[in-house]
Every structure is written in C-alpha cells, then in structure tokens.
T-cell receptor, first 116, second 112 residues
Framework: AQKVTQAQTEISVVEKEDVTLDCVYE???????LFWYKQPPSGELVFLIR??????QNEISGRYSWNFQKSTSSFNFTITASQVVDSAVYFC?????????????FGTGTRLQVFP | SQTIHQWPATLVQPVGSPLSLECTVE??????LYWYRQAAGRGLQLLFY??????ISSEVPQNLSASRPQDRQFILSSKKLLLSDSGFYLC???????????FGPGTRLTVT
C-alpha cells in the first residue's frame, strides 16, 4: 500500500534558522513521483517540486533544498535561513504512474511557524 | 498561462440543504480534474477525479457527487448536506502525463 508519513506535526523556529521537514514514503512501484506543496494561511496549495524515482540527485532552489534517498524512502525538505513568510503547512505527496490518472497521496502535513 | 478558479470562496449552509461548488480551469485543454476535501487541521482527502467530460471516478462513497459537463468545468454537488461535510474543498488540475497538480484557491464550507 502507498503511504506518506510526515511525523513532524508542527515545528517552530526563529527567523534565520535552518529547518528540515521530514517525509517518509511507502510504495511497491519502481516508478513513482514525489512532491512537496506549501499551504500558506490563505489555503491554496502551492506546488514546490516534483522528483521522479529515477533521479536521486538533490535539488536546490534558492533557500529551498530537497534530499531524496531511496535507501531510506525519504524525501526531506530543508529551508535555509527561514523567514516569516515561510510559515505555512507543508505537504509531501506521492504519485504512482497510473495510466491516465495522477493520483496524489498526501501526508498529513507539517505546520511550520517562523517567528521574527 | 493556466489559472484555476473556484467559487464560492466561502459558504455557510444548513444541514439538509443542497450544495453546488464550481471549479473552472483556463488556459489548457483536456485537463485531469480533482476534488479534495481538507478537514480542519488535517490532510487532504481525494474525493473525485476526472480524466474527461462525463468521466468521474469516486474515491470515497458518501453523499457527495461530481460532474464534468464541460472540458474545463468540474462541479461538486450534494442533495443534502451533513455536518460532517464541513471543510475546505480544493479543486486541482493536471496535464495528462504530467504528475504535478495545481490547486485552486478553495471553498471553505461550514454546515450548521
């Protein structure tokens, strides 16, 4: 069965601290995709990144970086030098390569609060 | 560029009343469309998805239904709302063959 676990329910940091959000997934498929979404207080989910199961290369985008490790079934997200605007709920998600459907399985989310 | 709209933004409805939430996508054709519900403080639950006009798949049997009368229009309905239907409803779209989904602004529904 497919499953995404975000064990950290809530994290609080002070501005400029680095923070890592954990994501562990379960799947039997060899082809799958992993995602991170950000949900700010306004409610709309914002797509951040997609990684496929064949590409374990870590990725950096500005203050954001992602560490994908198939050996531990993890896809962790690090925010460097956090800012108050980073305060949001962050969701990790998994998608398997279904024909004609792209169903996402979401974790329960991690609420990040960044204090000034 | 593509945009996704949802309305209304907020809705307060009494128990037993009908529901109709609308979602439209602009700037793309033949998108896959999705309805999710997010209960307060919880994750997202996929309710329905559609790969084409008139094609609806249900993930969770309940008193909600969905329809896709046009290529870029997705409607979530109920004949009689329950208290448990309260939540934040999000519509999303994706391109066929592309796995990331893009979400609308959501509708916050409170059933009283």
């Amino acid at each position: 069965a497919q499953k995404v676990t975000q064990a950290q329910t809530e994290i609080s940091v002070v501005e400029k601290e680095d923070v890592t959000l954990d994501c562990v997934y379960e799947t039997r498929d060899t082809t799958y995709y992993l995602f991170w979404y950000k949900q700010p207080p306004s409610g709309e989910l914002v797509f951040l990144i997609r990684r496929n199961s064949f590409d374990e290369q870590n990725e950096i985008s500005g203050r954001y970086s992602w560490n994908f490790q198939k050996s531990t079934s993890s896809f962790n997200f690090t925010i460097t030098a956090s800012q108050v605007v980073d305060s949001a709920v962050y969701f990790c998600a998994l998608s398997e390569a279904w024909i004609n459907t792209d169903k996402l399985i979401f974790g329960t989310g991690t609420r990040l609060q960044v204090f000034p | 560029s593509q945009t996704i709209h949802q309305w209304p933004a907020t809705l307060v409805q009494p128990v037993g009343s009908p529901l109709s939430l609308e979602c439209t996508v602009e700037g793309t054709s033949n998108p896959n469309l999705y309805w999710y519900r997010q209960a307060a403080g919880r994750g997202l639950q996929l309710l329905f998805y559609s790969v084409g006009i008139g094609q609806i798949s249900s993930e969770v049997p309940q008193n909600l239904s969905a329809s896709r009368p046009q290529d870029r229009q997705f409607i979530l309905s109920s004949k009689k709302l329950l208290l448990s239907d309260s939540g934040f409803y999000l519509c999303a779209w994706s391109r066929e063959g592309k796995y990331e989904q893009y979400f609308g602004p959501g509708t916050r529904l409170t059933v009283t």
